[in-house]
């Protein structure tokens, strides 16, 4: 059974930065993708970046340029650099690993605003 953990969520300010952890547990994370989704109020959940296990991404284009996802396999961890954040930004964000099974965290929630 593999569980994620998701951390690094907050408030923040048009402009600023936070960055994200999903921290998996068990011993498939290493070669299998992670990815970032998030979910704001009334509208689908929406992908963000993704990470291979060979570390190739592929980010959503209202994000190219600002996000960054990186991984650690060392650590279990993947992580999400959001900068320049914006208020549209604002969700509940998830991490997500893509195996023969997919497993999601509990969400941690981001909002941008004054």
């Known amino acids: 059974q593999v569980q994620l953990v998701e951390s690094g969520g907050g408030l923040v300010q048009p402009g600023g930065s936070l960055r994200l952890s999903c921290a998996a547990s068990?011993?498939?994370?290493?070669?299998?993708?992670m990815g970032w989704y998030r979910q704001a109020p009334g509208k689908e959940r929406e992908f963000v970046a993704t990470?291979?296990?060979?570390?190739?991404?592929t980010y959503l284009d209202s994000v190219k340029g600002r996000f960054t996802i990186s991984r650690d396999n060392a650590k279990n961890t993947a992580y999400l650099q959001m900068n320049s954040l914006k208020p549209e930004d604002t969700a509940v964000y998830y991490c997500?690993?893509?195996?023969?099974?997919?497993?999601w965290g509990q969400g941690t929630q981001v909002t941008v605003s004054s």
């Open positions: 997500r690993l893509s195996g023969a099974l997919a497993y």
């Open positions: 068990g011993s498939i994370f290493s070669r299998n993708t």
């Open positions: 990470i291979t296990s060979g570390g190739i991404t």
